[in-house]
């Protein structure tokens, strides 16, 4: 069974950082591309980032550049993403996903989000002012 599961959610406080992890299993992960992903309350998802785990190389959509740091253990199967200087309109839920197919994964990230293989349930970020 394909899984991923996401953890390191809660309440920050604005103007400090997180860092969110996403656990794979069920599949290769050096056959994949995970991608991070939000939706705030009452808007759509939107695409953060995302890092190809058979050479490690990512990508971040413009409007998170400078703030995303996006790494991987491929030993333990988990792709961190790292947020900093948050903001209150940071909150939302924070959802990975994978896809064995990098071009399918980027243009979610950098355009219009289709489908995806596989989806976590999400974990939720509050960010207090």
């Known amino acids: 069974e394909v899984r991923l599961v996401e953890s390191g959610g809660g309440l920050v406080q604005a103007g400090g950082s997180l860092t969110l992890a996403c656990q794979v299993s069920?599949?290769?992960?050096?056959?994949?591309?995970i991608g991070w992903f939000r939706q705030a309350p009452g808007k759509e998802r939107e695409g953060i980032s995302c890092i190809s785990g058979s050479d490690s190389t990512t990508y971040v959509a413009s409007s998170f550049k400078g703030r995303v740091t996006l790494s991987s253990d491929n030993f333990a199967n988990t792709v961190y993403l790292q947020l900093s200087r948050l903001k209150p309109e940071d909150t939302a839920t924070y959802y990975c996903?994978?896809?064995?197919?990098?071009?399918?994964?980027?243009?979610?990230?950098?355009?219009?989000?289709?489908?995806?293989?596989?989806w976590g349930q999400g974990t939720l970020v509050t960010v207090s002012s």
């Open positions: 996903a994978a896809d064995s197919k990098m071009e399918r994964m980027i243009t979610a990230v950098f355009g219009t989000i289709g489908y995806l293989e596989v």
């Open positions: 069920g599949v290769r992960f050096d056959d994949h591309t």
